[in-house]
């Protein structure tokens, strides 16, 4: 009731706004503990975070797979995103602490193969993070947790900020062109002008 909130309602408000990353971390935790315990299972989570798409998740001696899937709505989320996800393949080179990342469209990762329920279609995407001892050891594992769990919406986000760009960049070209066609347009004659024959 909003008459009698709690004087710690500042705290109250902050564990509500983790319960999403907290019911993620539950799975996350369990697997990081099997790799960190080197007890690798062959058993693979599923987590439908989203309709129509799911994330999965195992654990191997020395790696965390985690694999995103993703529905693209439209063709040009599909374009836009497969350059977004070089970018992150490609930082691997430039910051060699970081996790690897695969990509591919259309067709489910080998590590899929048995699962039930994997969406297949060239506007579906998946995204593998292969997480190392580093990433889910206990001095790092809350922050990893904090940044995957958000991956989709991370993701679909920057999509529609590009394409945003893109269309601001668009109309701002057409209203130039439009200008200079308006200064190309020849002056209307007038009657004293066609009577000597003047022309534009």
């Given at each position: 009731?909003?008459?009698?909130?709690?004087?710690?309602?500042?705290?109250?408000?902050?564990?509500?706004?983790?319960?999403?990353?907290?019911?993620?971390?539950?799975?996350?935790?369990?697997?990081f503990k099997m790799?960190?315990?080197?007890?690798?299972?062959?058993?693979?989570?599923?987590?439908?975070?989203?309709?129509?798409?799911?994330?999965?998740?195992?654990?191997?001696?020395?790696?965390?797979?985690?694999?995103?899937?993703?529905?693209?709505?439209?063709?040009?989320?599909?374009?836009?995103?497969?350059?977004?996800?070089q970018e992150f393949?490609?930082?691997?080179?430039?910051?060699?602490?970081?996790?690897?990342?695969?990509?591919?469209?259309?067709?489910?990762?080998?590590?899929?193969?048995?699962?039930?329920?994997?969406?297949?279609?060239?506007?579906?995407?998946?995204?593998?993070?292969?997480?190392?001892?580093?990433h889910t050891n206990?001095?790092?594992?809350?922050?990893?947790?904090?940044?995957?769990?958000?991956?989709?919406?991370?993701?679909?986000?920057?999509?529609?900020?590009?394409?945003?760009?893109?269309?601001?960049?668009?109309?701002?070209?057409?209203?130039?062109?439009?200008?200079?066609?308006?200064?190309?347009?020849?002056?209307?004659?007038?009657?004293?002008?066609?009577?000597?024959?003047?022309?534009?």
């Amino acid at each position: 009731e909003l008459a009698s909130l709690p004087e710690d309602k500042e705290a109250v408000a902050k564990k509500a706004s983790l319960l999403k990353r907290n019911c993620f971390a539950a799975v996350f935790e369990k697997y990081f503990k099997m790799q960190e315990e080197e007890s690798p299972s062959s058993e693979m989570a599923t987590v439908h975070y989203h309709e129509e798409e799911a994330m999965y998740i195992a654990a191997q001696s020395d790696r965390v797979t985690i694999i995103f899937s993703t529905v693209f709505k439209d063709p040009d989320d599909v374009i836009i995103g497969k350059v977004f996800l070089q970018e992150f393949k490609d930082a691997r080179k430039a910051h060699q602490q970081a996790p690897q990342v695969l990509f591919s469209y259309g067709e489910a990762p080998r590590e899929l193969a048995g699962v039930k329920g994997v969406l297949s279609g060239d506007n579906v995407g998946f995204v593998t993070f292969v997480l190392f001892p580093r990433h889910t050891n206990p001095a790092n594992r809350e922050n990893t947790i904090n940044l995957i769990h958000q991956f989709r919406t991370y993701l679909h986000y920057h999509i529609k900020c590009s394409k945003a760009y893109l269309h601001q960049r668009m109309r701002s070209k057409t209203s130039t062109f439009l200008k200079v066609l308006n200064r190309a347009k020849p002056e209307a004659m007038t009657d004293k002008d066609k009577k000597f024959g003047k022309r534009g």
